[in-house]
């Protein structure tokens, strides 16, 4: 079946919206704010791994028809644990917590009256939430409708409102970039990229794409994939506006505010140019845009582990998802960020490698050596870099020291290029050896 171009736009529209959390709508104008002048050089390394890797992300997946077949490239044991790493992190362990608890910490505890219960305020907000996003992930039939239809258009009315609004009325001085962003601002704004969380998203929101077009009885794989490319263009440009647009606020009042955090740096701008309302409309964008990346992972999450158990309905798994979310949400962002950073830093690269060889896949999948060569070091070396931060690993730690950019932590990129070029010149050199064989034994 063909869909119409309003079918179309919905898709895009839902895909953008599954993407875009409180992580993209906090760190592109604390980017902007960090980087000053030097925001164009650090936008672009950041919409390498917050835009384009993604979006690959999104294909690779549907090309293969699921993360888990995509990790079996490397082998079984390897697509196990790692699927399971993802979903679990990405999902009740780390990142649907945190899309829950970002915008009450950040846009909701500031306006509490004065001896408030935060815990207590926490609770009734985080419940609500919760249990929206549980009714609207029950029926996955019709996330289009509600997320297209609604809540994106929504999310993207309220922050052209915002954008719009500081070019006409905004304080703007831009001040000179972080120590960080001065020595390095491409290399950083790559690594910020990672905060989103969405090249490991886009491991699961694939499966969702592939279930929505299912839906709309699309069920030719040559036109899904044409329909998933063409989503992912489409919502990768809308995410892309954003970021240009929220980084440009933040390089804009970079000179005009403390430096502390995305969310301190929105909040003071939406008090600016609203006064008081500013706490509602903070409040409004950032619960839609968490609201819509929690329903997205509840329901590519429960889908995915209906495949793996059949004890489980997908009904079972979306309550028990939500509620193991809502419990470790009412534990406070600053415990979930502390564990974020080194999963992030352990398991993106890993994430990076696999959908870059995925998209690949047409030029490798004669060559068995590729992928677990590649994905095996970059997991290697990624898992001491995060462990090191921790506890120093010493052996482990010197030699891994030695690798070309480690100290910033790209040591992975070096190990990946040089694991892909053994593993590409490997069988050359078996047939080589095997005919040097041969003729010695003549």
Excluded at 278 to 299: D, K, M, N, R
Excluded at 330 to 354: D, E, F, K, M, R
């Amino acid at each position: 079946m063909k869909l119409s171009k309003k079918e179309m736009l919905l898709v895009s529209f839902m895909l953008f919206s599954l993407f875009f959390g409180a992580g993209n709508l906090i760190f592109p104008p604390f980017l902007g704010q960090s980087a000053g002048a030097q925001t164009p050089v650090a936008l672009a390394g950041f919409l390498i791994t917050a835009v384009v890797l993604p979006v690959l992300g999104v294909i690779a997946v549907a090309e293969f028809n699921g993360m888990d077949k995509l990790a079996g490239r490397v082998n079984k044991y390897f697509a196990l644990v790692f699927t399971l790493l993802i979903y679990l992190s990405i999902g009740p362990g780390l990142g649907i917590p945190r899309a829950a608890s970002v915008p009450f910490e950040m846009a909701i505890a500031p306006y509490l009256p004065d001896q408030s219960s935060f815990s207590l305020y926490m609770l009734a907000y985080s419940s609500v939430f919760f249990a929206t996003a549980c009714w609207l992930a029950l029926t996955p039939n019709k996330l289009i409708t509600r997320i297209g239809k609604v809540l994106t258009p929504s999310l993207l009315t309220l922050l052209a409102v915002l954008f719009f609004s500081f070019l006409m009325n905004g304080n703007a001085e831009v001040a000179a970039p972080q120590p960080a962003y001065a020595e390095g601002a491409f290399v950083t704004g790559f690594l910020e990229g990672y905060n989103t969380m969405d090249a490991i998203a886009a491991l699961n929101f694939g499966l969702v794409i592939a279930t929505t077009l299912k839906a709309l009885n699309v069920t030719d794989k040559s036109a899904m994939m044409n329909y998933t490319v063409r989503a992912g263009i489409a919502a990768g440009s809308v995410l892309t506006l954003i970021y240009a647009a929220l980084s440009y606020l933040g390089m804009q009042s970079s000179a005009v505010y403390e430096l502390e955090n995305g969310a301190w740096t929105l909040r003071c701008i939406t008090h600016q140019l609203f006064g008081n309302t500013g706490a509602v409309f903070l409040a409004s964008t950032f619960t839609l845009a968490c609201l819509t990346t929690c329903v997205g992972l509840i329901t590519s999450i429960s889908q995915f582990f209906t495949t793996l158990t059949h004890r489980l309905s997908y009904r079972q798994l979306v309550l028990g998802i939500s509620g193991f979310s809502f419990v470790v949400c009412n534990q406070g962002l600053n415990t979930i960020l502390s564990i974020s950073v080194p999963v992030l830093n352990a398991i993106y690269p890993t994430a990076i490698v696999l959908i870059l060889l995925g998209i690949c896949d047409k030029w490798l999948k004669n060559n068995s050596y590729v992928y677990p060569l590649v994905v095996w070091s970059v997991s290697a070396v990624s898992v001491v870099y995060a462990a090191d931060a921790i506890v120093p690993l010493g052996f482990l730690s010197e030699v891994c020291n030695h690798l070309p950019f480690y100290s910033i932590g790209m040591g992975w990129v070096t190990v990946a290029v040089a694991m892909l070029a053994l593993s590409l010149a490997f069988p050359k050199l078996l047939v080589k050896a095997e005919k040097e064989e041969e003729a010695t034994s003549c």
